[in-house]
């Protein structure tokens, strides 16, 4: 099983708000042993969130998790309840238990604010939107304010998209509820690992025989290599690693260096993750 993160936003592609979402998932997978494959950016463009999410699903259905952060919201300019109905083929609903908690809240701010609780108040109807789901989710509470995201589950049982705000307060606890509920069997005592050498002198081309050698040998391994031209301590350099189980990956980066040290290459330190 794979895990992909979709960020949706123009306020991110155009330099308004820094994304915070892409280094947080990656702190929360692996501090469960499990690591990000994927990720993508999007604006807020109905037809191309509509095409992202189309992929995102068809990922699940291969048993991927999909977390999108993003547009869930009752703006004009939140898309991503309709394009994730749009991408399935599926009408949009109100959902009970989504419905039930947005007037628990609209109780909760009456009350702090001393004032009659309204439901029938032209605003506090709007709100009821965003509780309007496409057939068939399942929410995602929000401890926040609980207004609840929403996950739509592929058919096979295996994968599902995972939906929560844009706002960093809501949307991390609410993916760390998934990854402890839903994806809690594939929680790893140990995550991929990481090692690697500064290589000086050696061009990537004269190498690459010995990584492809490497990835073919030793399964689950990936071999990654990172030339940099003007680092300040190093200067121009590769860095050479593998990464992957932690047995498997000692083995491959012994076999590594044992190629690396028969090339003649002038190793630097060495760097574990």
Not at 52 to 68: M, N, P
Request: with cysteine.
């Amino acid at each position: 099983m794979n895990f992909g993160l979709i960020i949706i936003g123009d306020e991110i592609l155009s330099g308004k708000r820094e994304d915070k979402h892409l280094p947080k998932v990656i702190d929360l997978l692996a501090a469960r042993g499990l690591s990000l494959s994927w990720a993508r950016y999007v604006g807020d463009e109905p037809d191309r969130i509509t095409a992202d999410l189309g992929d995102a699903f068809a990922a699940a259905q291969r048993g991927d998790v999909v977390f999108s952060c993003g547009g869930i919201g009752a703006t004009p300019d939140d898309h991503t309840r309709q394009c994730a109905g749009r991408a399935l083929g599926v009408p949009l609903a109100l959902h009970p238990q989504a419905r039930e908690l947005i007037l628990e809240r609209m109780r909760d701010v009456a009350a702090e604010q001393g004032l009659p609780y309204e439901p029938d108040r032209d605003d506090n109807v709007h709100r009821l939107n965003m509780g309007v789901f496409p057939e068939g989710a399942r929410i995602i509470p929000n401890p926040y304010n609980k207004i609840a995201g929403f996950s739509l589950h592929a058919s096979s049982g295996a994968g599902g998209v995972f939906f929560v705000p844009g706002f960093p307060v809501m949307a991390w606890p609410m993916i760390e509820w998934v990854l402890d509920h839903h994806c809690a069997h594939l929680r790893r005592q140990v995550g991929m690992r990481e090692k690697s050498v500064i290589v000086f002198g050696a061009m990537e081309a004269t190498l690459t025989p010995l990584m492809e050698d490497i990835e073919a040998r030793f399964a689950g391994i990936k071999v990654f290599s990172l030339p940099s031209v003007d680092h300040p301590q190093w200067g121009r350099h590769i860095e050479l690693g593998v990464k992957g189980e932690p047995n498997s990956m000692e083995a491959a980066y012994a076999e590594m260096i044992r190629g690396l040290n028969g090339h003649g290459a002038k190793l630097g330190p060495e760097l574990v993750r």
